[in-house]
Every structure is written in C-alpha cells, then in structure tokens.
C-alpha cells in the first residue's frame, strides 16, 4: 500500500472534515488499544479537535495518507511533541493499513526529524497497567524493542500523568522508552 509521510499543513487546522476523521481514527485506535485500562465511569478520549488543531499549529502532527491528502485518504497519524527529547506520541493507523508497514514508517519519520534537528535520542512513553499484562501493550512494548527502544524509567502513571489518574480503572505505570539516533 503506497503512502505519504509529511507534517500537517497548518491549513489543515481549519479543515473539518479532516480534523474530525482523525479524531475519530484516533480515538478509535486508542479505545480499542487500551480496553480494560480506563475506568467505565470516566469514558477516555485520547485526543480532541482542539487538540489536533494545537498539535498542527505548533507543526507537531505527521499524517500519512494515499493519493491526495484529504480525510478519505488519511491512514494514520502521529505526533512528535517538541521536548529537550522528542517524545514521539499518539500513534494511530487506519486498521486496514495494519501489518502495512505504516506504524514502522510514521515512526522511523519522527526519529528522522528528531535527528534532523539535532536530536540524540526520542522517547515514547507506554501506559500499562500495574497488576495484569494487558496484550496490547505486550505487543507494543516487544515491538518497540525491537525497533532498537530500552526502557530507560517506570513511572507510576499517577505521577507521569497526575491529569488522567482519576480515569484509570487501576494502578498503572508509564514506561519510558528511549531510543539513541547516533
């Protein structure tokens, strides 16, 4: 499946159409992702339309798409938030580009910009919960060690993420990957 790589134009900011396929695409992905870790009585939403719109004026949204780019042909997305270390963020692929090689490519783009900035190295943080292995996370966290990742810290979600901690259905931890660019 042929695809483009670029950063959201900030025209993009204004288009309604594409911003509300993403956050649907998004969302989505992360309800499904992180099923059983949110707590039924506080419904999570990773993502917003003011969100997006943020994330595409600081020019921190990478979109990958088919053909022309408009909201038909999105097939995924990710963020690369602006640290002192990048933190690559947000990831979410259209599930008919799974298996694709897509979520591979969104992610070596970021790691390439990081570097092209200057970067030595990019983190990308995985929220898992404490007490059970929840298979997605699994999966992530052996893919991303396999894409040259270490786990370089374990935070208590509750810390790391002191905003969300009322929405957890329980205890979790925030493990910080890393990733040297040399």
């Not at 003011?50 to 999105?74: F, K, M, P, R, Y």
């Not at 602006?82 to 933190?87: A, N, W």
């Not at 893919?143 to 259905?169: F, N």
Request: include cysteine; charge should be negative; hydrophobic fraction near 45%.
């Amino acid at each position: 499946m042929p695809f483009q790589l670029a950063f959201a134009s900030s025209s993009a900011a204004s288009d309604h159409a594409l911003i509300n396929h993403l956050v649907v695409l998004i969302n989505d992905a992360y309800t499904k992702s992180e099923a059983g870790i949110w707590a039924p009585s506080a419904p999570f939403c990773r993502t917003s339309v003011a969100d997006l719109q943020h994330c595409i004026n600081a020019s921190e949204l990478v979109l990958a798409w088919s053909g022309t780019l408009d909201a038909s042909t999105v097939l995924g997305a990710v963020r690369l938030q602006r640290r002192d270390v990048p933190l690559i963020a947000m990831l979410a692929c259209d599930p008919a580009a799974r298996g694709t090689g897509l979520g591979t490519a969104l992610v070596r783009f970021c790691e390439d910009e990081a570097r092209a900035r200057g970067a030595s190295a990019v983190h990308i943080d995985l929220l898992t919960p404490r007490a059970w292995d929840h298979p997605e996370k699994v999966r992530l966290a052996a893919w991303y060690e396999r894409s040259g990742y270490v786990v370089i810290r374990r935070d208590q979600a509750e810390t790391h993420y002191a905003e969300l901690a009322p929405m957890l259905a329980g205890p979790c931890d925030v493990r910080v990957f890393e990733k040297r660019l040399n």
